[in-house]
């Protein structure tokens, strides 16, 4: 499967060592017609002749040649003219007025057309071609190396250098064009695929340089005669110029394309029952790692019917984490151990469609970016299961308007969508709720409003919480018992209430 | 927004007419020593010489003949076909039709396959389908028209003999039923609508599937997914919603970019639309029908791309009520 990945730059080698010595070897002149037209393949004639006598072997040879070389030099000017205008651009801001505003205009005008009128009057030959396709595609990679261009001269090495002396000219070539490689590799390769077609086509349609034998040319050649196609000749007549043309632009194309790094194997999941937890949330032995970086390390706890358990620890120490390992969320492959409501574990294949928002709910850390944007919010209510009644109760018991149903999530306030939150997290009743930082994107007059809230309702509703923060005074406020997330592990804390 | 937009284009566009102006009358010796000295063009007699020299008024002063220029243009009296001898508004509304029809269906088309595409693909990111469908797509993608539409070609006409090999409709088709004239051309029309739709695809696909692959990244689609809504729902209200909003911006550039691949697919299928009347005209240096086909061409490429230029920005609704919520904290 690796090899695979290799295969477009052999063929592009090889295409451009025919192109290089193709035409030495071959047995006849492109434009000699001394043979009968319309020979079928043969050993004179590989692949027969063409309708003026022509050698179609030689003439796909020479067509190899014409097309790499339009492509190369064509991809090599532009190139050129990206970095040189890009580097201008951004280094110099009176360049970058000008540059930037010549290349506004290139990226509007219709190339093709442009191409077009501009053949029509002037013939098209092959150095007009390369002329004006060098001018108009260099604008859109332009303004990549110029956005690099601003970034770097920004940078301290950059700026020490400029305040040792260096002068514009040194600074350019020895600190900023390294870091252009990549961008000029895809900009050569695509140009370069983007011009041997733009000459194919203008050829095909008839507008190429008569001097010349291209691939183009040959098809038009074909096309012009359609008696070609009542017998097989257009086998050998049309087939090779369109395979060639094919294999190149395919082989052009994934020149840049990589092997993808290969994914995790998914491992065979093994649930057994955790001793004396049937009625509570239980998490028992786990393990939580990304990369081979350990977040988590054998951890148990749970959390009993009707009780506030709060988990604190400072910020970058596994809380959310921990969080979404308790929902379910994270992949089979980054944990172990094993999480469990009133015995029915989060690693069971059908856990999402049966427990959630039924047996338990989560509270997002951020209202805004929980709720979808292009959602009515009374729409976002109504998915979980509930009749319009129970969603204008729901909310209401929150003390919000029952017209906030109808609104979208960017009309409404930051405390507006906590609320609706919370509202939403308890429609159903759930046995469990998990509260990830609820409040860190409130300001402190609302967060003690909603944290309020959310006491009074799992009083009410005897629901039990888990209330993620790093807000210690409101954990210990508010919970029942309060567990510390620290140094890969979760103990709990001694609690005097007052 | 709206003003720099049309200044831009505004701008473009005549820079086109006067290009489509100034270059044959700067050609040394002009339009017509041009073209009796170049190899590939055609032989004029002198009667055509005559109706050029008439066309261009070389014996007029260079401010006159712009002056008629721009007035002919205003008046869309861009003059008589040297070839077609009929009027060139005449000519390019009896030929119009047949480019909207196939470039209309196409879009559709394609943009209905590339969404599809794109969402399942998006979807499925990470699993072996997606990988495959993706690099089918972005082969697809790198083909040009003629290329695409020469595959298809000698695959369905020449070798199975499906469809037709040119043209929009049988000649002395035998039938008096408006049913088999329009099945008539629809059955030659199908290629060059494939084609076109083939080439369109692969970007719509693309942009679908990258914008998916972000949705679905989102926190509120995980919190949806929390809520335990069922897949398809996600699918189509949550994801499919906020991945379609660039949508709109890449159809009117996709359409721009098919009137271009249409003077190539109907040069191919020789299928009568305005392409294959603009190669044409510039193979026979047919200058009074090519200066109204760029002057259409210009026209509808350009306002397609201004006009998603203009959109692109207007298109979110959050981009509306950002400010106001802003305001509120």
């Known amino acids: ?498 | 927004m709206i003003k720099k937009v049309v200044s831009l284009y505004g701008f473009v566009f005549v820079l086109l007419i006067l290009l489509n102006f100034f270059l044959p009358r700067l050609m040394p010796g002009g339009p017509i020593e041009y073209l009796e000295g170049l190899d590939s063009g055609p032989v004029l007699t002198e009667e055509q010489k005559q109706m050029m020299k008439e066309y261009y008024q070389l014996d007029d002063s260079l401010g006159e003949q712009f002056l008629n220029y721009i007035q002919g243009m205003l008046t869309f009296d861009f003059g008589n076909s040297f070839i077609h001898k009929q009027p060139v508004t005449e000519l390019v509304f009896d030929h119009l039709p047949y480019t909207l029809w196939i470039v209309g269906i196409s879009t559709v088309f394609s943009l209905a396959l590339g969404i599809l595409l794109g969402l399942w693909s998006g979807w499925f990111h990470h699993k072996h389908g997606d990988r495959r469908l993706m690099l089918t797509m972005m082969a697809l993608g790198a083909l040009p028209e003629f290329l695409v539409g020469m595959i298809l070609l000698l695959i369905f006409s020449v070798y199975l003999g499906y469809f037709p090999m040119s043209g929009a409709s049988t000649p002395f088709l035998n039938t008096d039923s408006w049913w088999g004239v329009m099945v008539d051309s629809i059955h030659h029309a199908t290629l060059p609508i494939i084609s076109l739709t083939i080439i369109s695809v692969s970007s719509t696909y693309l942009l679908v599937r990258n914008e998916t692959i972000q949705v679905i990244a989102s926190p509120f689609i995980e919190f949806a997914r929390m809520k335990g809504i069922k897949h398809n729902r996600l699918l189509y209200r949550h994801i499919f919603k906020n991945a379609l909003l660039p949508i709109f911006t890449l159809m009117m550039i996709r359409i721009g970019a098919l009137f271009t691949g249409a003077i190539f697919i109907e040069a191919l299928f020789s299928y009568p639309g305005i392409g294959k009347l603009l190669k044409e005209a510039v193979l026979s240096r047919d200058y009074p029908l090519m200066h109204g086909l760029f002057f259409v061409f210009s026209a509808l490429i350009l306002f397609f791309n201004a006009l998603a230029d203009y959109l692109y920005p207007k298109l979110d609704p959050r981009v509306k009520g950002g400010t106001k919520v802003a305001k509120d904290l």
């Open chain 1, 1 to 498: 499967m690796q090899k695979i990945y290799k295969l477009p730059a052999i063929i592009i080698v090889l295409f451009l060592i025919v192109a290089f010595i193709g035409p030495a070897f071959v047995p006849y002149d492109p434009f000699s017609y001394d043979a009968a037209a319309y020979l079928e393949p043969s050993a004179e004639h590989w692949l027969g002749t063409s309708q003026l006598g022509q050698d179609i072997f030689s003439q796909l040879i020479y067509g190899t040649r014409t097309s790499l070389l339009i492509g190369i030099s064509i991809a090599a000017c532009s190139t050129f003219l990206v970095v040189v205008l890009g580097l201008l651009a951004g280094y110099f801001s009176l360049a970058d007025k000008v540059i930037n505003g010549v290349a506004n205009i290139l990226l509007v005008l219709p190339d093709l057309l442009l191409i077009l009128l501009i053949v029509a009057f002037t013939g098209g030959g092959i150095e007009q071609l390369i002329i004006i396709l060098s001018l108009l595609s260099w604008p859109a990679y332009m303004r990549i190396v110029r956005s690099v261009v601003l970034t770097l001269k920004e940078r301290d090495f950059v700026k020490a250098s400029q305040s040792f002396g260096g002068n514009h000219f040194y600074i350019l070539r020895a600190h900023i064009l390294p870091h252009l490689r990549p961008i000029v590799k895809t900009k050569f390769i695509l140009t370069c695929k983007s011009a041997i077609l733009t000459e194919a086509g203008l050829a095909f349609l008839g507008l190429g340089d008569p001097n010349v034998v291209s691939w183009g040319s040959m098809l038009n050649v074909a096309f012009s005669q359609p008696t070609i196609f009542l017998d097989s000749s257009w086998v050998w007549i049309v087939l090779p110029p369109v395979i060639l043309l094919a294999v190149l632009t395919l082989s052009l194309t994934f020149l840049l394309e990589e092997k993808q790094p290969s994914k995790v194997r998914m491992k065979k999941v093994e649930i057994h029952p955790i001793q004396g937890a049937e009625k509570d949330l239980s998490v028992h032995q786990v393990n939580i790692s990304f990369d081979k970086k350990a977040i988590v390390n054998d951890v148990s706890f749970q959390v009993k019917r009707g009780e506030i358990v709060s988990l604190i620890g400072p910020s970058g120490s596994g809380k959310t984490t921990m969080a979404r390992a308790m929902y379910g969320l994270l992949p089979a492959g980054v944990w172990s151990g094993d999480i469990q409501y009133d015995g029915h574990s989060v690693k069971n294949q059908d856990f999402a469609n049966r427990h959630y928002w039924k047996t338990c709910a989560f509270i997002y850390q951020d209202a805004r970016s929980a709720f979808n944007p292009l959602l009515k919010l009374k729409e976002q209510f109504l998915e979980v299961g509930v009749t319009m009644e129970q969603a204008i109760q729901a909310v209401e018991e929150v003390s919000l308007s029952k017209d906030i149903l109808d609104k979208f999530p960017h009309e409404c306030s930051g405390g507006m969508l906590s609320r609706a939150l919370i509202a939403l997290a308890f429609i159903n009743k759930p046995d469990f709720i998990i509260a990830d930082e609820p409040t860190s994107a409130l300001d402190p007059i609302l967060k003690k409003e909603i944290v309020q809230l959310l006491v009074e309702k799992v009083r009410a509703y005897n629901v039990s919480l888990l209330f993620i923060t790093h807000d210690l005074d409101v954990a210990y406020a508010i919970s029942d018992r309060v567990l510390s997330i620290e140094n890969q592990h979760v103990e709990e804390e001694k609690l005097c209430h007052a």
